[in-house]
């Protein structure tokens, strides 16, 4: 989610109090979790969202606006971990590449009220807690499949030279 400005409407204020007052309370509801949002600290702000992204269970990625910090943050976490719930308001135009992954989207209208929204978030946290290793990361299975084929293919090759 950005920190900053995206558009005249959704300002600093706006993503801070969005976080604050409607993410943070509805993921709090869900038993054992403990919700906090990457922040400028003393050192390298970059290390430390890199850092949040790879070692939390779960990364919930609001993609309204298109934000290219945020789908930067969605790609990294994609290619280390699974458990990534991807969110936008209703009305956000998905790229192609990321338009097949299933997303949330919450309304633009009444976002605070929006209790399908809420239900299906508390559902999407319950299973990554459930099935911590359940795919939804399209990245991260090609990654893994093709260090599956390297490796497959070495065996191959020593096997082929040990034949020789």
């Known amino acids: 989610m950005p920190f ?3 558009n005249k409407v959704r300002t600093e204020k706006y993503w801070s109090e969005h976080y604050k007052e409607f993410l943070k309370p509805i993921i709090e509801e869900v038993t054992g979790i403990v919700v906090h949002r990457s922040a400028p600290m003393r050192g390298d702000i970059l290390k430390d969202i890199i850092k949040d992204l790879i070692h939390s269970d779960i990364v919930v990625a609001d993609l309204t606006d298109s934000n290219p910090n945020v789908f930067w ?3 990294v976490r994609q290619s280390f971990k699974h458990g990534t719930i991807t ?3 209703e009305g956000t135009k998905l790229p192609f590449d990321i338009s097949s992954k299933g997303t949330l989207f919450y309304s633009k209208k009444n976002h605070l009220k929006s209790k399908q929204f809420i ?3 508390k559902l999407a ?3 990554c807690i ?3 290793n359940r795919p939804d990361s399209t990245v991260l299975e090609t990654l893994t499949d093709v ?3 390297r490796k497959f293919q070495e065996k191959k090759t020593l096997k082929e030279d040990w034949m020789l």
Request: aromatic share 4%; net charge neutral.
């Open 119 to 121: 239900k299906q978030l």
């Open 73 to 75: 943050e969605l790609g």
């Open 130 to 132: 459930k099935k911590p």
């Open 4 to 6: 900053a400005e995206t």
């Open 87 to 89: 969110i936008a308001e």
């Open 147 to 149: 260090v599956q084929y």
């Open 125 to 127: 946290i319950r299973d």
